[in-house]
Nanobody, 120 residues
Framework: HVQLVESGGGSVQAGGSLRLSCAAS???????MGWYHQAPGKEREGVATMSPGGSRTTYADSVKGRFTISRDNYKQMAYLQMNSLKPEDTGVYYC???????????????WGQGTQVTVS
C-alpha cells in the first residue's frame, strides 16, 4: 500500500519561495503526479501536474511562471517549487498520484495528508 507524504510547507512573506516535497513509500513511476491547493473555505484545485516520465506538465493559470513541478522517479519523489508567493497561495497543498490521459492527470487515487502554506 503506497503512501504519499508531503513536507516543506511553512509561513513565508509575500514574494518569498518554498519548495514542497512529496515522498512515496513505493513505486509511482507509472503514474502522473500532481499538486493540489485547498484555500481556506474553498474546494481543492489542481495547481500542477506532471506525466509519468516527466516530459509533460500542466499548470493552473494562477501559478504559471511562478511554480514548477518536478519529479525524481528513482527516488519516488515529486516537488513543487513555489516562487513569488502571494497571499492567495495560502492553504493546504496536497500531492497525488493519478492516471495520465490525453495530456491530463486524472482520476487521482492516492493522496498525501497535505502540508500547510501560509503567505502573509
Amino acid at each position: 500500500h503506497v503512501q504519499l507524504v508531503e513536507s516543506g510547507g511553512g509561513s513565508v512573506q509575500a514574494g518569498g519561495s518554498l519548495r514542497l516535497s512529496c515522498a512515496a513509500s513505493g513505486y509511482t513511476g507509472s503514474y502522473c503526479m500532481g499538486w493540489y491547493h485547498q484555500a481556506p473555505g474553498k474546494e481543492r484545485e489542481g495547481v500542477a501536474t506532471m506525466s509519468p516520465g516527466g516530459s509533460r506538465t500542466t499548470y493552473a493559470d494562477s501559478v504559471k511562471g511562478r511554480f514548477t513541478i518536478s519529479r525524481d522517479n528513482y527516488k519516488q519523489m515529486a516537488y513543487l517549487q513555489m516562487n513569488s508567493l502571494k497571499p492567495e497561495d495560502t492553504g493546504v497543498y496536497y500531492c497525488a498520484a493519478g492516471h495520465w490521459d490525453d495530456g491530463n492527470c486524472v482520476a487521482a487515487f492516492l493522496w498525501g495528508q497535505g502540508t500547510q502554506v501560509t503567505v502573509s
